[in-house]
């Protein structure tokens, strides 16, 4: 597969302005480019072609070295996701403790399966490798907020408040 196959977003003018103007206070320092990533993601919903070649113009390094960059950690995409990410466990102790249950009852509730996006843009469901809290598994985490000790019932309240918005960013 080409790079230029898995960036299928289209990013504005506008935005690619920001993108430059965070990169470009790092040119020749790559060992930056995590903290530029970190920067660029609060204003673009995924990492497009035209974001990366940006990145790597404006920083002096391979268009390459950001995708690879990019695709290597799973919280950042190059898809677009939703304003808000849940992210579910799939640790052994989390599988253990329920978290089958938890993930039927997420994709119930938002009607996506795991790795996509809600309709409407507010909702993303994937999986994460491990959240670090496997005393409270199965556990979740939305954006940056973790939820440990979960049932179907609990995630489906928790959610539901996100869904009107009750929740502080």
């Not at 609060?42 to 790597?56: T, Y």
């Not at 329920?98 to 009852?105: D, L, S």
Request: charge should be positive.
């Amino acid at each position: 597969m080409k790079v230029e196959e898995t960036y299928s977003y289209k990013t504005s003018s506008s935005k690619l302005v920001q993108v430059a103007e965070i990169a470009s206070r790092y040119k020749g320092r790559p060992e930056m480019l995590m903290k530029v990533i970190i920067q660029v993601q609060k204003i673009v919903p995924a990492f497009s072609a035209s974001v990366a070649s940006v990145i790597a113009r404006e920083m002096g390094i391979p268009q390459t070295d950001v995708y690879s960059f990019v695709t290597f950690y799973a919280m950042l995409s190059v898809k677009p996701r939703g304003k808000y990410i849940i992210r579910m466990c799939k640790s052994a102790p989390c599988h253990v403790k329920g978290a089958k249950e938890i993930v039927r009852a997420l994709e119930d509730l938002l009607h996506i399966k795991m790795g996509e996006t809600t309709e409407d843009n507010r909702f993303t469901l994937e999986y994460c490798p491990c959240l670090g809290i496997c005393e409270v598994s199965p556990a979740i985490m939305i954006n940056e907020k973790t939820y440990g000790n979960l049932t179907p019932d609990s995630v489906r309240s928790i959610v539901k408040m996100y869904i009107r918005e009750e929740v502080e960013d």
